[in-house]
C-alpha cells in the first residue's frame, strides 16, 4: 500500500543551522506530496507542496524538490530559527479521487538558541 | 471563513463514558476525516466520509462511530471510552476539484483524556 517515511527524530540544532528532514514515499499512483508543521498545542498546518516531478515547494525558508526518480520529498532550510521548533510531517496525497492523506510519523525539530 | 472547527478543546472522561466530539467545516468540502494523534505514531485516520450520508473506516475503527447528515457537520462519537482512546483527536476537511490537487485542512484538535 501507499506509505510515506520519513526521518526519526527528535532532531535539535542550534539557531541558523542547516536542516535537512528527508522523506521517502511508496505509492501505487502519480501522488501529490506535502510537508505539514505542527507547532506546540496546535493543529496541522500546510507548510509547502508539490504535484509533479521537479517541482519545489517553499514557504517561509522551507523547500522540498519532488524526486520521482528516488520517490523522496526532503525537506530543507538554509537557517532555522527557534520559531521552527515544531513536529513536521510528509503526507502524500493520490488525485485519482477523494482519499485519505497518508502521513508519516513525524520528525519533532528543536532549535536551540 | 472559520476554516474547520472542533469542540471541546479538552475533555476528561471516565472510563465507560460516552461523549461527541464536534467538528463543522464552512468551506462546502464534500471530504472530511477523523484522526487521532499519540506520540511516535503519527497521524492515524479513525472513519472518513466522502459526502453527505457516506462514511467508511480508516486504519484504527474500533470504539468509534461517525455519522454525516449534512456536508457541514462531522461528529466523532465515543459510545464506552477506553484508556487507550486517550489521544488528540483532529478534524479535517479536503478540498479540490478532481483529477488536480487536494488540500487538507485541520481543526485545532481536541484533547481527550479517559480515566
Known amino acids: 500500500g501507499d506509505s510515506v517515511t520519513q526521518m526519526e527524530g527528535p532532531v535539535t540544532l542550534s539557531e541558523e543551522a542547516f536542516l535537512t528532514i528527508n522523506c521517502t514515499y511508496t505509492?501505487?499512483?502519480?501522488?501529490?506530496l506535502f510537508w505539514y508543521v505542527q507547532y506546540p498545542g496546535e493543529g496541522l498546518q500546510l507548510l509547502l507542496k508539490?504535484?509533479?516531478?521537479?517541482d519545489k515547494g517553499s514557504n517561509k525558508g522551507f523547500e522540498a524538490t519532488y524526486r520521482k526518480e528516488t520517490t523522496s520529498f526532503h525537506l530543507e532550510k538554509g537557517s532555522v530559527q527557534v520559531s521552527d521548533s515544531a513536529v513536521y510531517f510528509c503526507?502524500?496525497?493520490?488525485?485519482?479521487?477523494?482519499?485519505?492523506?497518508?502521513f508519516g510519523k513525524g520528525t519533532r525539530l528543536s532549535v536551540i538558541a | 471563513n472559520a476554516g474547520v472547527t472542533q469542540t471541546p478543546k479538552f475533555q476528561v472522561l471516565k472510563t465507560g463514558q460516552s461523549m461527541t466530539l464536534q467538528c463543522a467545516q464552512d468551506m462546502n468540502h464534500e471530504y472530511m476525516s477523523w484522526y487521532r494523534q499519540d506520540p511516535g505514531m503519527g497521524l492515524r485516520l479513525i472513519h472518513y466520509?466522502?459526502?453527505?450520508?457516506?462514511?467508511d473506516q480508516g486504519e484504527v475503527p474500533n470504539g468509534y462511530n461517525v455519522s454525516r447528515s449534512t456536508t457541514e457537520d462531522f461528529p466523532l462519537r465515543l459510545l464506552s471510552a477506553a484508556p487507550s482512546q486517550t489521544s488528540v483527536y483532529f478534524c479535517?476537511?479536503?478540498?479540490?476539484?478532481?483529477?488536480?490537487?487536494?488540500?487538507?485542512?485541520f481543526g485545532p484538535g481536541t484533547r481527550l483524556t479517559v480515566t
Open positions: 508539490a504535484t509533479k516531478a521537479d
Open positions: 503526507a502524500l496525497s493520490l488525485r485519482s479521487g477523494n482519499t485519505p492523506l497518508v
Open positions: 479535517a476537511s479536503t478540498g479540490g476539484v478532481a483529477g488536480s490537487l487536494y488540500e487538507q485542512y
Open positions: 466520509s466522502v459526502g453527505a450520508g457516506i462514511t
Open positions: 505509492a501505487t499512483g502519480y501522488p501529490s
